[in-house]
């Protein structure tokens, strides 16, 4: 087991990012964590990444949307509901937690719990079956999926407050980058391993010898087993991916003060906080922004399959090959982030990001069957690109190569994002204000959809409604040009 970092100055605000880092110390004052431990804490990303594609994306949520509750649009209905009361949760508790666990120093106890919460959800998922069948009843199971999305943001909380203290100031970017790019890196894997060996097997659809000829593990497709399997697989992963951190990324020393006096001077803090929310000016236009261009990034992410799906109408197989597709991208947009970072700083980096994103997405909505870069497109009389039978024709390849593109921004946004939150928050109240950082993050994520639902409507236009998300990601940029990338004081208690 790691030791507790140790502080080895007194003031570390006294000394540049470039005299810590040549000194092999962190922005806490704390000696830099070495490799192993550095890349134990970017594993903890590559552990949630198999809850993110297999349950929230690609398997459990249809399977939960269309088959569990049997109506697609109830079952949307529902699993919004879900996640919308998980935001709430998030914004109840990220703040609070995260000022108590400045107080009480370590964070892995409190990952260690979200973790266990997590992976009993997970396993309890392979009991979700549709009405009639014996399975958990939809309150629930409603019950599990709040307690996963919850839990998956305050994790991030913990995690993400620890990146200050294992790493030179100078080298935050990078790190972060590469927790983004192990994380896009895991769900390609995940992604690969179960269509290769679970869903292609179980729909007898293809017959390429390298595939097995049933489904592993045994699983039946009539008792929806191989979309069940989802769940137990996700909270495998979960638990064995997450064990490096545990074993050798060094924690803050604990402060020794009881989980009472936590709870109120962590209420006290963080009441304080608000009422000097004056001198957190910086930190909190930093936090409006990202919530913006954030809100814009998971409505692209969330509506680009049912987007596309009614453009080009793609099927499943289709579908699982473009996710395949952009996995890889947010693995080159993480690194690509984390490099930028260290050379250009991390609110340059997250503004050339933005400004990428935004032509990228222009150019995936300036494209159709019938129109390329918003120029009429005969596809009726244009011959196949090649034999494979996904993917034939121009359009369909440049609305691919954007959203590739776009997926790479995607993923260095999202590295410089945290990187730019780790370099301007107070040292003292990391963890607190990386739970303001979650609330931005989540509790807000009804604005993206909601516009997002407004234009379609207003305008009668699938392209406008997906559109639409360009306007938050604007509004983003033009408030981060304001933010200055320096560090904010700590706020003591009176």
């Not at 129109?371 to 034939?392: E, R, T, V």
Request: net charge neutral; with cysteine.
């Amino acid at each position: 087991m790691s030791s507790s970092i140790a502080s080895d100055i007194t003031n570390p605000k006294s000394l540049s990012e470039t005299e810590l880092d040549e000194r092999g110390l962190s922005a806490t004052g704390a000696k830099v964590a070495d490799t192993r431990g550095q890349l134990s804490w970017a594993m903890f990303e590559w552990s949630r990444a198999t809850y993110v594609t297999l349950v929230t994306i690609y398997v459990f949520a249809p399977y939960f949307t269309n088959t569990v509750i049997g109506d697609p649009v109830r079952g949307q209905g529902m699993w919004s509901l879900a996640n919308t009361l998980a935001g709430l949760v998030v914004a109840l508790l990220a703040p609070i937690t995260g000022a108590m666990a400045d107080r009480l120093g370590r964070r892995k106890p409190w990952l260690a719990g979200i973790m266990v919460i997590m992976v009993v959800s997970c396993l309890a998922l392979w009991w979700v079956k549709p009405a009639g069948e014996g399975g958990l009843p939809i309150p629930m199971v409603m019950t599990l999926i709040v307690l996963l999305v919850a839990g998956f943001s305050c994790g991030e909380v913990f995690h993400n407050s620890m990146l200050p203290a294992i790493v030179s100031p100078q080298r935050i970017g990078w790190l972060s980058g590469v927790g983004l790019a192990v994380n896009n890196f895991g769900a390609l894997i995940a992604l690969s391993a179960v269509l290769c060996v679970i869903a292609l097997p179980a729909s007898n659809m293809v017959d390429w010898s390298f595939l097995p000829d049933q489904p592993w593990f045994g699983l039946d497709p009539d008792q929806h087993e191989h979309e069940r399997i989802a769940g137990p697989i996700a909270a495998a992963w979960l638990l064995l991916f997450q064990l490096p951190l545990f074993l050798w990324t060094p924690d803050a020393q604990p402060s020794g003060i009881s989980v009472g006096r936590a709870v109120t001077e962590g209420w006290l803090q963080l009441k304080h906080t608000v009422k000097c929310a004056r001198k957190m000016a910086n930190v909190g236009l930093f936090l409006l922004a990202r919530m913006l261009f954030t809100d814009g990034l998971v409505a692209i992410i969330l509506y680009a399959g049912i987007y596309v799906s009614g453009v080009f109408d793609w099927d499943v197989a289709a579908m699982l090959l473009f996710g395949l597709a952009l996995t890889p991208a947010g693995v080159i947009g993480g690194l690509l982030g984390g490099w930028i970072d260290n050379r250009l700083g991390s609110k340059r980096s997250v503004q050339i990001a933005l400004v990428g994103a935004i032509l990228s997405m222009i150019c995936a909505i300036s494209t159709t069957s019938t129109q390329i870069f918003f120029m009429p497109y005969d596809g009726l009389n244009a011959k196949p690109l090649w034999s494979f039978p996904y993917f034939q024709t121009l359009p369909e390849m440049i609305y691919l190569t954007s959203f590739v593109v776009l997926v790479i921004f995607i993923g260095a946004i999202f590295a410089n994002s945290r990187a730019m939150m780790a370099r301007i928050s107070p040292i003292s109240m990391m963890s607190q204000f990386f739970g303001l950082y979650a609330v931005s993050g989540w509790a807000t994520a009804f604005i993206g959809h909601g516009l997002v639902a407004l234009t379609t409507t207003v305008f009668q236009s699938q392209r406008a409604g997906f559109a639409s998300p360009i306007l938050l990601l604007t509004a983003g940029l033009v408030l981060i040009h304001w933010v200055k990338e320096e560090r904010a004081e700590d706020i003591q208690l009176p």
